[in-house]
């Protein structure tokens, strides 16, 4: 079993349910929703959330962790939101927020939009995308699907990347 269900995870000011196989977690940022393996049980107690297998399979033990994991996650998301921060770097590149999708200029023949997921707000200033959600998952997929349009590439380091991301960078061509 996993060290991280061993120990009560305290919720704080948060609001935790189980009910009918879903885990609901209420703050003052926002609800979070998550279906709840069957082989998973949670018990809700005054002094925090506990997760248990309810066999001995192999399975069970591994998702106690995981499921562990994720209630830290929907806990700590409903109190301050997860943030993201993307940086675009190249000439002529830009990227802007237009309803509800992002339009990507990255050098292509044709403009990239992205559909902005429901829970995460996108705000964009100059080269710089602020994505932020309660939901640790969704601003994290969301962000890698931006930063697939245009991963950085190592010789300029043109492209899309995390703040504080290091990239990489080759020497590239020598004149001899």
Do not use: C, W
């Not at 885990?23 to 998973?40: E, N, Q, Y």
């Not at 050098?107 to 429901?118: A, E, K, Q, R």
């Amino acid at each position: 079993m996993s060290r991280l269900a061993k120990k009560p995870i305290s919720v704080g000011k948060t609001a935790v349910s189980v009910a009918g196989g879903t885990l609901t977690v209420k703050g003052t940022k926002g609800t979070l929703t998550k279906r709840v393996h069957p082989t998973v049980d949670i018990m809700v107690s005054p002094e925090g959330v506990m997760i248990t297998p309810k066999d001995s399979s192999r399975l069970a033990k591994a998702l106690t962790g995981t499921y562990a994991s994720h209630v830290k996650n929907m806990v700590q998301g409903v109190e301050t939101p997860y943030v993201k921060k993307l940086i675009m770097d190249g000439v002529g590149y830009k990227m802007e927020v237009r309803g509800p999708d992002v339009v990507l200029t990255v050098g292509f023949s044709h403009t990239v939009p992205l559909t902005i997921p429901d829970d995460v707000t996108a705000k964009v200033e100059k080269n710089v995308m602020t994505l932020e959600s309660a939901n640790k998952e969704s601003v994290g997929q969301f962000a890698a699907n931006v930063r697939r349009i245009k991963p950085p590439e190592p010789y300029l380091g043109k492209g899309i990347h995390y703040e504080g991301e290091v990239i990489r960078r080759k020497q590239g061509k020598k004149a001899v």
